[in-house]
């Protein structure tokens, strides 16, 4: 029997996760950068030539620790992927637009150390990597992860902050419009509501992530809220204020949505973007930290393995 020629290959074989279609990691990259852009732009209005600064240097930081590493570990390199680039976008979207320049490099080497590098890299790391970065710094150096200690100058509010030690009436006089254009102390790209819901949007036509984890949180933090509006006897805010405040959008279309770290059957994925956004809703109601967002999909992400349990029998299984 003759071997098949190279030309007349019929499968090829590889590691997952598969992308078909002819989807590569580069496409995908590319498309999250896109979408990041619309947000990064209103920042730049909002926060000026400071919140470029620190998405520059935290990209160029996540390109060059994984450059590193890759030689480091003989590996071959995987920056023209441009995942790290998308790493350091998301990264700095978490961090306060007044971040000094230690803190962006610390975060963003943690980052690719412990959240990618450490495990492998693309692919193998368990949960988000731009979360682990976050959530070292925020542990380590929680002052400087807080925008209203380092955004000093600025007429913007934290809508958050004023809800949990104002009241319902004050926060309540904070107008929509204002928070979808980004006009709140937050995070530096995360605050961006109006880019984001573009950037988002373009991904669900795009394909790149998938509609079921965006349903699932939007309505795990969107149910509760209104539920809880409706029914409570004393005045709460309503589900469009928490839609709008903190990183809920940004964490719904660009974090908890990783294909690296999500569930892949369409009931897990549902359960598990519900799960999400019930825990921010846990975190906003009875916690003491004024967001959740990151936090929850951190905590979920974890939950993957057994989300990942929830399947269709094989053909034939009674």
Not at 146 to 157: F, R
Not at 234 to 245: D, E, I
Request: proline share 6%.
């Amino acid at each position: 029997m003759s071997t098949l020629s190279q030309s007349s290959l019929l499968l090829a074989m590889s590691s997952p996760p598969y992308w078909h279609c002819g989807r590569t990691v580069l496409r995908r990259s590319l498309d999250q950068i896109l979408a990041l852009l619309p947000a990064l732009a209103m920042a730049i209005l909002n926060w000026g030539m400071p919140a470029l600064r620190v998405v520059a240097l935290s990209v160029v930081v996540c390109v060059l620790v994984e450059a590193a590493c890759c030689r480091i570990m003989h590996r071959r390199q995987t920056v023209q992927d441009f995942s790290a680039v998308v790493t350091g976008m998301c990264l700095a979207f978490l961090l306060p637009a007044a971040s000094p320049w230690w803190l962006v490099v610390l975060g963003a080497s943690a980052a690719m150390l412990f959240g990618k590098m450490l495990f492998g890299g693309l692919g193998d790391n368990p949960v988000s990597t731009p979360i682990v970065g976050w959530a070292i710094l925020f542990v380590s150096y929680p002052l400087f992860m807080d925008p209203n200690m380092v955004q000093l100058a600025t007429s913007y509010e934290d809508p958050l902050a004023i809800l949990k030690y104002l009241g319902v009436e004050r926060a309540g006089e904070i107008s929509l419009t204002d928070l979808v254009l980004g006009r709140q102390i937050g995070a530096l790209g995360a605050s961006q509501i109006g880019g984001l819901l573009v950037g988002g949007f373009y991904l669900l036509m795009r394909g790149v992530i998938r509609w079921q984890i965006v349903a699932g949180m939007l309505c795990g933090v969107l149910l509760p809220f209104a539920i809880l509006h409706a029914a409570s006897d004393v005045p709460t805010m309503g589900p469009a204020f928490h839609l709008l405040t903190g990183s809920v959008l940004f964490c719904t279309f660009f974090i908890a949505t990783d294909s690296n770290v999500a569930p892949t059957h369409t009931l897990a994925m549902l359960l598990y973007g519900a799960t999400c956004g019930v825990m921010v809703f846990l975190i906003r109601t009875f916690g003491s930290y004024t967001d959740g967002a990151p936090f929850a999909v951190l905590v979920t992400s974890l939950l993957t393995p057994y989300f990942d349990l929830i399947r269709p029998k094989p053909f034939g299984v009674r």
